[in-house]
C-alpha cells in the first residue's frame, strides 16, 4: 500500500497558500485492509476512509465510469490494481492533479506544476465531461485565483462549452449548483465565475435573470461603465473587498440589480421601479436553486431598499425607520451590515467610484443605535398598554433620529 498526498493541499503547498484538508490518495490497498488499520469508512458508495488519528481522508485510488447524466450519475471502480496514473487522470484540473510521496517527491503526470506556475485552469483529460459540476468548479477556482493572475485555458473553455451545448449544466441538481455558487461568491473575485459562466454559455442557462443584465445600458453620469452585467461584476468585487468571504453578502450584491433586465425599452439608460421589477426575478433564482432563507429574504431587502440606503441622509426620519423597521435591524444589527456591506458595494462597484466614501453607512448605524435606545419600559411605567405602547415607542423613535441628527449636524 502507497500513501500519497493529493489535491488542493499540495497544490496550495506549491502556491504558498495556507493548506486547510489534507487529502490522501491511496494505492494498491483493499478496503478490508484500511479497515484493519482502524481506518474508518465515509458513506457507502465512495472508497473514501478517515484516518483513526488525524481525521484526514484517505481515498482508495480509482476510475470513474458515468452511468448517467449529472451528481448521481456516478459508479466508483476502485480496486488495488488501480495506478496512481489512473486515479489522477480522472480529476478536474491539472493543478489539482498533483500527488506528492511521503519523502516530499512531486508525481505530476498531467503537467500540474508548469500550469501552476503558468497561471493556467486546464482540465486533465475528456474525462473532464463525467461530472458536469466541474464546470462550476472552473469557474469557482477562477474566481479564487484570478488574482493571483489565472485564467482559464482555451481547450478548457472549449469543452465547457461543449458541455453546455451537450445540456450537460441542465442534469446539475440545484444543491450543487448553490454550493458551488455559494463558494465562489466567497472567493476573492466572483466576477471571474460569472465570466467564465457567461464565457460557455453556463449563465444564461443556470442563471438567466443575471445573464440578462449584460447589454443593458444605465445612465453614464451615474454608471461610467454603462453595462448592467459589468456594473454586477464590479459590485461583486467590491462585496468580496468589503466583506471578504461573505457569500451572504455576495448573493445580496448579485441579485440586487435584477429589475434592471425588465425595464421597458423605450425607458432606457433610466431605470425607474427597478427594485419593485427585480423581486419577481430573485424570488425565481432564489426558488430554484434553493437558497437559504436568510440569503433570499436579505438580498430581496437589498434589492428594493438600495436606492433608500442611497438617499438616507436626505430621507425623513420617520422613513429612517421605516427602513431599520424593514432590516428588522433593531433586533439585529448584524443584518443592518450585511445590508450596508452590499450597498457599500453597490456604490462603489461602478467605474471610477472604487473608493467613495459612503456616509450613509454610518448614518444609519447611528440611526439605528438612537432607536434602539427607546425602550418600552418607561411608556408601561406611563399606564399605556397595547398598541399605545407601541405608537408611544414609535414616536419617540422618530424623535431620537431627529435628535441624532441635529446634534451631528
Ligand atoms: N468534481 C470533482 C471534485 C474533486 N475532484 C478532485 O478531488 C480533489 C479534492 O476535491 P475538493 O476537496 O473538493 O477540492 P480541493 O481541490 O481540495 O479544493 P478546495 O480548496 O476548494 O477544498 C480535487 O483537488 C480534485 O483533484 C475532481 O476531480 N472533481
Known amino acids: ?31 478490508d485492509e484500511l479497515l484493519a488499520q482502524g481506518y474508518r469508512p465515509v458513506g457507502k458508495d465512495f472508497p473514501v476512509f478517515l484516518h483513526p488519528d488525524t481525521g484526514e481522508e484517505y481515498a482508495l485510488a480509482r476510475t470513474e465510469r458515468k452511468t448517467g447524466h449529472g451528481y448521481h450519475g456516478f459508479a466508483f471502480h476502485a480496486d488495488p490494481a488501480v495506478t496512481l496514473e489512473q486515479d489522477l487522470a480522472r480529476r478536474d484540473l491539472t493543478i489539482n492533479a498533483i500527488a506528492e510521496d511521503e519523502h516530499g517527491v512531486l508525481i505530476d503526470p498531467f503537467g500540474g506544476v508548469r500550469d501552476l506556475e503558468a497561471r493556467v485552469l486546464r482540465h486533465v483529460s475528456p474525462a473532464f465531461v463525467e461530472d458536469p459540476v466541474r464546470l462550476l468548479r472552473v469557474a469557482r477556482f477562477a474566481a479564487r485565483f484570478a488574482p493571483l493572475g489565472f485564467s482559464v485555458a482555451d481547450e478548457t473553455m472549449a469543452l465547457l462549452r461543449h458541455m453546455v451545448a451537450a445540456g450537460e449544466v441542465d442534469h446539475l441538481v440545484p444543491e450543487r449548483v ?51 452585467g459589468v456594473h454586477v461584476e464590479m459590485v461583486l468585487d467590491a462585496a468580496a ?25 423605450d425607458e432606457l439608460p433610466r431605470h425607474v421601479m427597478h427594485e419593485q421589477r427585480g423581486v419577481a426575478p430573485l424570488r425565481a433564482l432564489a426558488t430554484r436553486l434553493k437558497v437559504p432563507t436568510e440569503h433570499a ?38 443584518r443592518l451590515e450585511s445590508f450596508l456591506a452590499a450597498c457599500l458595494a453597490d456604490k462603489r462597484g461602478r467605474l471610477g467610484h472604487e473608493h467613495d466614501d459612503y456616509p450613509q453607512a454610518d448614518y444609519l ?28 415607542m414609535e414616536r419617540a423613535r422618530v424623535a431620537a433620529i431627529v435628535e441624532m441628527k441635529l446634534c451631528n449636524i
Open 297 to 334: 429574504v436579505l438580498a430581496e431587502l437589498v434589492c428594493r431598499e438600495h436606492l433608500n440606503a442611497h438617499r438616507a441622509l436626505e430621507l425623513k426620519p420617520a422613513t429612517v425607520l421605516k427602513l431599520l423597521t424593514a432590516l428588522d435591524a433593531l433586533r439585529r444589527p448584524e
Open 241 to 265: 473587498g468589503i466583506a471578504p468571504g461573505d457569500d451572504l453578502v455576495g448573493f445580496c450584491a448579485l441579485t440586487h440589480d435584477l429589475g434592471k433586465a425588465l425595464t421597458p425599452v
Open 1 to 31: 500500500m502507497r500513501i500519497y498526498l493529493v489535491g488542493g493541499a499540495v497544490r496550495d503547498k506549491l502556491l504558498g497558500r495556507p493548506v486547510v484538508d489534507h487529502d490522501h490518495v491511496v494505492v494498491g490497498a483493499r478496503p
Open 178 to 228: 448553490w454550493a458551488e455558487t455559494r463558494k465562489a461568491l466567497g472567493e476573492a473575485q466572483p466576477s471571474a465565475f460569472l465570466r467564465v459562466l457567461r464565457g460557455c454559455g453556463a449563465l444564461r442557462a443556470l442563471f438567466p435573470e443575471v445573464d440578462a443584465l449584460y447589454g443593458i445600458p444605465q445612465r453614464a453620469e451615474f454608471h461610467p461603465e454603462i453595462d448592467t
Open 365 to 392: 448605524r447611528r440611526a439605528r443605535g438612537a432607536a434602539a435606545a427607546v425602550v418600552a419600559a418607561p411608556f408601561v411605567a406611563q399606564g399605556l398598554q397595547g398598541p399605545a405602547i407601541g405608537a408611544a
